[in-house]
């Protein structure tokens, strides 16, 4: 016999460890709560929802929140992931249980949109079983390190940018087009960001609503984090920024693009990207990958560079809508989409 119901505060600790059995994972009980509870717009709560049986926790329906841009409004969405059930109460409707429950309690909250990026596995269960509505299959951007480009790389990146990288807060003054700039390493956004954000949003009419706050806790706050960044800045102006990490996967270092951000992606993503590569190489990276589809203003720069699109294992950006949302028709078009890396859980 099992139940579902929403979470409680008591119930941090056995979620942690319910994911850590599923997914073998190690993951810290601080990186729980920072994950759920210190979002900005966590609110009274995430919207999570529990299955118990004979007082085990069994399953878990999770989500991380943010505040998302609509068409011109600011909305509460909710990105379901680490949903886990213990392998020996799979097959038995549980899953079903928890997702008709959260629906009713992130709605209860006040949010109006779920969507995310689930697994392979995940999205055919949610398309099938949940009503997911598939938008768009992710574009993974790749650029291969192999030591054959390395050295054609060196004469473009010592002439671009002279070792940004592995120098603390040492800043970097660069020329372009008569215009003074400073680069230097980023460890945390002021105010100044959310007017570049607004700048560079362009045209998009969908996507997570960053500001320095949303920034500050996706990339600087987090328990072991491990991200670089580098802002690009003419006088006192922030014009750009590039958020970097690596991951060891399968004994090779694989670096990725979390966010590249910039008022003028043809003109300064080219410097950011040169930081970003020198980093990558002084990490002993073999390859850059980077969540970019075509109509990112980002995507002619790193096509550039020689960036190509990855065969990887297929996973799919998906939206169920929990209330009325505007324009919502164009919200199942990608093109309307501004969504990096780093608003991802991927």
């Not at 900005?40 to 999570?48: H, K, N, S």
């Not at 002021?190 to 949003?201: F, H, K, N």
Request: with cysteine.
């Amino acid at each position: 016999m099992w139940t579902v119901r929403c979470f409680e505060p008591q119930d941090c600790a056995r979620l942690n460890d319910l994911y850590n059995t599923v997914f073998r994972g190690s993951r810290t009980i601080e990186r729980w709560k920072w994950k759920f509870l210190d979002s900005p717009a966590a609110g009274e709560g995430p919207p999570i929802v529990v299955a118990e049986s004979d007082g085990q926790l069994i399953g878990a329906y999770p989500a991380i929140t943010s505040l998302f841009k609509a068409s011109g409004s600011i909305i509460r969405a909710a990105q379901p992931v680490d949903n886990a059930i213990l392998p020996t109460f799979q097959g038995r409707g549980i899953q079903r249980a928890m997702w008709n429950l959260w629906i009713k309690e992130a709605a209860r909250q006040g949010f109006s949109l779920c969507w995310g990026f689930p697994n392979p596995a995940a999205f055919r269960i949610g398309i099938r079983v949940l009503k997911y509505i598939p938008v768009a299959a992710a574009s993974v951007m790749k650029f291969d390190l192999e030591q054959g480009v390395v050295r054609k790389l060196q004469r473009k990146l010592s002439h671009r940018v002279s070792r940004v990288c592995g120098l603390g807060a040492l800043a970097r003054t660069i020329t372009s087009n008569g215009k003074k700039l400073k680069l230097r390493p980023l460890e945390r956004f002021d105010e100044r960001a959310d007017l570049l954000l607004q700048e560079s949003a362009g045209k998009s009419r969908f996507g997570v609503f960053r500001d320095h706050c949303y920034l500050n806790w996706r990339y600087f706050t987090m328990p072991q984090s491990a991200f670089t960044g580098f802002q690009l800045e003419s006088e006192k102006e922030l014009i750009g920024y590039i958020i970097l990490r690596t991951k060891v996967e399968n004994r090779n270092v694989i670096g990725y693009i979390y966010d590249l951000t910039s008022v003028c992606p043809e003109k300064y993503g080219d410097i950011l990207l040169s930081a970003a590569i020198r980093f990558f190489l002084n990490r002993s990276a073999c390859k850059v990958r980077s969540l970019t589809w075509p109509h990112d203003p980002a995507f002619p720069c790193l096509e550039s560079w020689g960036f190509s699109e990855e065969d990887l294992q297929p996973f799919s950006l998906i939206i169920y809508p929990l209330s009325d949302i505007p324009d919502r028709d164009a919200l199942k078009d990608i093109k309307n989409w501004n969504v990096c890396l780093g608003d991802t859980d991927l």
